[in-house]
């Protein structure tokens, strides 16, 4: 069994930094692309970052030059490295990784964690 294991949230003052960290755990035999969603209240889930196998990133326009996404592929591990935070970025953060635990690639996320930024 696969699991995505969330940390670094917390309240925070507007302008401050949050470091996000995901590790995936279980029987895991390759990871494809990892990345960060989030949903804040009454809001539809969206997509953060992304980073694949290879470094590649990818981010949506109202967080680039502020956030950084990273990964450690010996640790099975992504980070969210949050910087000049806002109020508007308010929201329950998910990891989310493409990963093969037996013959074919599934999508796994985990549970959650809240990041508050407060004005």
């Known amino acids: 069994q696969v699991q995505l294991v969330e940390s670094g949230g917390g309240l925070v003052q507007a302008g401050g930094s949050l470091r996000l960290s995901c590790a995936a755990s279980g029987k895991i035999f390759s990871i494809n692309a990892m990345g960060w969603y989030r949903q804040a209240p009454g809001k539809q889930r969206e997509r953060v970052a992304t980073?694949?196998?290879?470094?590649?990133?990818n981010y949506v326009d109202s967080v680039k030059g502020r956030f950084t996404i990273s990964r450690d592929n010996a640790k099975n591990t992504v980070y969210l490295q949050m910087n000049s935070l806002k109020p508007e970025d308010t929201a329950v953060y998910y990891c989310?990784?493409?990963?093969?635990?037996?013959?074919?690639?599934?999508?796994?996320w985990g549970r959650g964690t809240q990041v508050t930024v407060s004005s």
């Open positions: 980073i694949t196998s290879g470094g590649a990133t």
């Open positions: 989310n990784a493409d990963i093969m635990s037996s013959t074919w690639y599934s999508y796994y």
